[in-house]
Protein backbone atom coordinates (compact mmCIF):
# COMPACT_ATOMS: atom_id res chain seq x y z
CA UNK A 1 0.00 0.00 0.00
CA UNK A 2 1.33 3.44 -0.99
CA UNK A 3 1.66 6.28 1.76
CA UNK A 4 -0.16 9.51 0.99
CA UNK A 5 1.68 12.84 1.69
CA UNK A 6 0.08 14.49 4.88
CA UNK A 7 -0.94 17.42 3.04
CA UNK A 8 -2.57 15.46 0.57
CA UNK A 9 -4.66 13.55 2.78
CA UNK A 10 -5.61 17.16 5.46
CA UNK A 11 -6.61 18.81 1.48
CA UNK A 12 -9.05 15.61 0.87
CA UNK A 13 -10.15 15.64 4.54
CA UNK A 14 -10.84 19.41 3.93
CA UNK A 15 -12.91 19.34 0.96
CA UNK A 16 -15.08 16.53 2.29
CA UNK A 17 -15.55 17.84 5.23
CA UNK A 18 -16.41 22.26 4.25
CA UNK A 19 -20.05 21.62 2.33
CA UNK A 20 -21.14 24.19 1.12
CA UNK A 21 -18.26 26.84 1.11
CA UNK A 22 -20.88 30.00 0.02
CA UNK A 23 -23.08 28.86 2.93
CA UNK A 24 -23.78 32.26 4.95
CA UNK A 25 -24.22 31.30 8.62
CA UNK A 26 -27.61 31.43 10.32
CA UNK A 27 -28.56 34.47 12.39
CA UNK A 28 -29.44 34.08 15.68
CA UNK A 29 -33.46 33.63 16.08
CA UNK A 30 -34.74 36.72 17.09
CA UNK A 31 -35.99 37.14 20.75
CA UNK A 32 -40.04 37.58 19.92
CA UNK A 33 -40.95 37.21 23.56
CA UNK A 34 -43.46 40.69 24.60
CA UNK A 35 -42.48 43.90 25.18
CA UNK A 36 -42.51 44.08 28.98
CA UNK A 37 -41.66 46.56 31.68
CA UNK A 38 -38.41 46.08 34.24
CA UNK A 39 -35.35 48.24 35.08
CA UNK A 40 -33.21 49.95 34.61
CA UNK A 41 -34.57 52.17 32.05
CA UNK A 42 -33.21 53.99 29.02
CA UNK A 43 -34.66 58.23 28.81
CA UNK A 44 -36.31 56.80 32.29
CA UNK A 45 -39.33 55.68 30.27
CA UNK A 46 -38.06 52.98 28.00
CA UNK A 47 -37.50 49.33 29.46
CA UNK A 48 -33.81 48.69 28.47
CA UNK A 49 -33.83 44.94 27.95
CA UNK A 50 -37.51 44.99 26.63
CA UNK A 51 -35.88 47.93 23.68
CA UNK A 52 -33.06 46.12 23.62
CA UNK A 53 -34.87 42.69 22.44
CA UNK A 54 -37.09 44.31 19.95
CA UNK A 55 -34.59 46.15 18.14
CA UNK A 56 -31.27 43.70 18.43
CA UNK A 57 -29.41 46.28 19.56
CA UNK A 58 -26.24 44.62 21.86
CA UNK A 59 -24.04 48.21 21.36
CA UNK A 60 -23.66 50.79 24.71
CA UNK A 61 -25.91 53.16 24.35
CA UNK A 62 -25.74 56.35 26.58
CA UNK A 63 -28.86 58.42 27.46
CA UNK A 64 -28.66 61.95 27.29
CA UNK A 65 -31.50 64.59 28.55
CA UNK A 66 -31.06 67.96 26.66
CA UNK A 67 -31.59 70.21 29.62
CA UNK A 68 -33.74 70.18 32.91
CA UNK A 69 -36.90 69.07 32.88
CA UNK A 70 -39.39 71.13 33.89
CA UNK A 71 -42.55 70.98 31.69
CA UNK A 72 -40.83 69.30 28.69
CA UNK A 73 -38.07 67.12 27.64
CA UNK A 74 -35.82 65.53 25.16
CA UNK A 75 -33.40 62.43 24.95
CA UNK A 76 -31.56 60.81 22.77
CA UNK A 77 -29.83 57.44 23.37
CA UNK A 78 -26.45 57.91 21.59
CA UNK A 79 -24.52 54.86 20.58
CA UNK A 80 -20.38 54.93 19.63
CA UNK A 81 -20.09 55.42 15.40
CA UNK A 82 -24.03 56.26 14.57
CA UNK A 83 -26.80 57.82 15.07
CA UNK A 84 -28.95 57.92 18.00
CA UNK A 85 -31.15 54.57 17.85
CA UNK A 86 -33.66 56.11 20.40
CA UNK A 87 -35.21 59.36 20.90
CA UNK A 88 -37.55 60.34 23.17
CA UNK A 89 -39.66 63.77 24.02
CA UNK A 90 -42.49 64.48 26.14
CA UNK A 91 -43.93 67.69 27.28
CA UNK A 92 -47.08 69.52 28.76
CA UNK A 93 -47.45 71.77 26.33
CA UNK A 94 -49.15 72.63 22.68
CA UNK A 95 -50.49 68.74 22.69
CA UNK A 96 -53.58 69.13 20.30
CA UNK A 97 -51.18 70.93 18.60
CA UNK A 98 -48.97 68.24 18.34
CA UNK A 99 -50.41 65.87 17.81
CA UNK A 100 -52.61 67.45 14.80
CA UNK A 101 -49.52 67.90 12.85
CA UNK A 102 -48.03 64.28 13.69
CA UNK A 103 -51.76 62.84 12.58
CA UNK A 104 -51.24 65.33 9.14
CA UNK A 105 -47.42 64.41 8.65
CA UNK A 106 -48.11 60.43 9.46
CA UNK A 107 -50.85 60.19 6.79
CA UNK A 108 -48.77 58.94 4.08
CA UNK A 109 -47.46 55.89 5.98
CA UNK A 110 -50.45 54.60 7.34
CA UNK A 111 -50.92 55.49 10.44
CA UNK A 112 -52.17 53.12 13.16
CA UNK A 113 -54.57 54.53 15.46
CA UNK A 114 -53.49 53.49 19.84
CA UNK A 115 -55.99 51.92 21.47
CA UNK A 116 -58.25 54.41 23.33
CA UNK A 117 -56.71 53.58 27.27
CA UNK A 118 -53.52 55.40 25.90
CA UNK A 119 -55.47 58.66 24.91
CA UNK A 120 -55.20 60.09 21.54
CA UNK A 121 -52.01 59.48 19.55
CA UNK A 122 -50.54 56.91 16.53
CA UNK A 123 -48.18 54.51 15.54
CA UNK A 124 -46.06 55.00 12.47
CA UNK A 125 -43.68 52.71 10.46
CA UNK A 126 -41.66 55.17 7.96
CA UNK A 127 -40.38 53.21 4.36
CA UNK A 128 -37.09 54.78 4.68
CA UNK A 129 -35.25 51.82 2.97
CA UNK A 130 -32.34 52.66 6.08
CA UNK A 131 -31.70 56.11 5.92
CA UNK A 132 -33.55 57.03 8.94
CA UNK A 133 -32.16 55.80 11.87
CA UNK A 134 -35.20 55.52 13.56
CA UNK A 135 -38.23 54.99 11.59
CA UNK A 136 -40.53 53.73 14.12
CA UNK A 137 -42.17 56.17 16.13
CA UNK A 138 -45.52 56.54 18.39
CA UNK A 139 -46.78 59.61 20.45
CA UNK A 140 -50.12 59.63 22.29
CA UNK A 141 -51.75 62.35 24.17
CA UNK A 142 -53.16 61.86 27.54
CA UNK A 143 -54.30 63.37 31.28
CA UNK A 144 -52.47 62.93 33.76
CA UNK A 145 -53.61 64.29 36.98
CA UNK A 146 -54.67 68.03 36.15
CA UNK A 147 -52.14 68.08 33.03
CA UNK A 148 -52.48 67.26 29.59
CA UNK A 149 -48.97 65.55 28.49
CA UNK A 150 -47.84 63.96 25.17
CA UNK A 151 -45.19 61.37 24.84
CA UNK A 152 -43.42 61.01 21.42
CA UNK A 153 -40.55 57.86 20.86
CA UNK A 154 -39.01 56.89 17.88
CA UNK A 155 -36.86 54.04 17.64
CA UNK A 156 -34.71 51.92 15.05
CA UNK A 157 -36.34 49.09 13.01
CA UNK A 158 -37.47 46.09 15.18
CA UNK A 159 -35.75 42.56 14.71
CA UNK A 160 -37.80 40.47 11.73
CA UNK A 161 -40.77 38.76 13.08
CA UNK A 162 -41.56 40.97 15.32
CA UNK A 163 -44.98 43.37 15.13
CA UNK A 164 -43.40 46.84 15.10
CA UNK A 165 -46.54 48.32 15.72
CA UNK A 166 -47.39 46.04 18.56
CA UNK A 167 -44.05 46.70 20.34
CA UNK A 168 -44.70 50.80 19.89
CA UNK A 169 -48.42 50.62 21.71
CA UNK A 170 -46.45 48.32 24.32
CA UNK A 171 -43.52 50.99 25.00
CA UNK A 172 -46.06 53.93 25.23
CA UNK A 173 -48.23 52.17 27.37
CA UNK A 174 -44.77 51.20 29.55
CA UNK A 175 -43.72 54.86 28.83
CA UNK A 176 -47.19 56.61 30.28
CA UNK A 177 -47.59 54.41 33.59
CA UNK A 178 -43.66 55.50 34.17
CA UNK A 179 -44.42 58.76 33.24
CA UNK A 180 -47.63 59.04 36.27
CA UNK A 181 -44.82 57.40 38.57
CA UNK A 182 -42.53 60.21 38.32
CA UNK A 183 -44.79 62.84 37.90
CA UNK A 184 -46.89 61.77 40.60
CA UNK A 185 -49.82 61.30 38.51
CA UNK A 186 -52.22 58.99 36.70
CA UNK A 187 -52.44 58.51 33.31
CA UNK A 188 -55.67 58.68 31.73
CA UNK A 189 -57.22 58.79 27.90
CA UNK A 190 -57.30 62.59 26.89
Sequence with gaps: MKAVPLSAAMAILAA??????????????PDLRPIVDSAPYFCDLVPEGAFRRATGLTMKLSPRWSGPQTDN???LAFAADREAPLGLN?????????IDRQ?????DD??????????????VIQPTAGADPRPNYVIALFKCGKRTPWIRI????VVRGRDAVEDMVA???????????IHKCTPKPA
Aim: aromatic share 8%; glycine share 12%; proline share 13%.
Design 90 to 98: WSFNNGKNV
Design 171 to 181: FMRIAEKRFGQ
Design 110 to 123: SPHPLPPELGTGLA
Design 103 to 107: QRNGE
Design 16 to 29: SCSGNSSAKPTPPT
Design 73 to 75: GLC
Design 154 to 157: DFAP
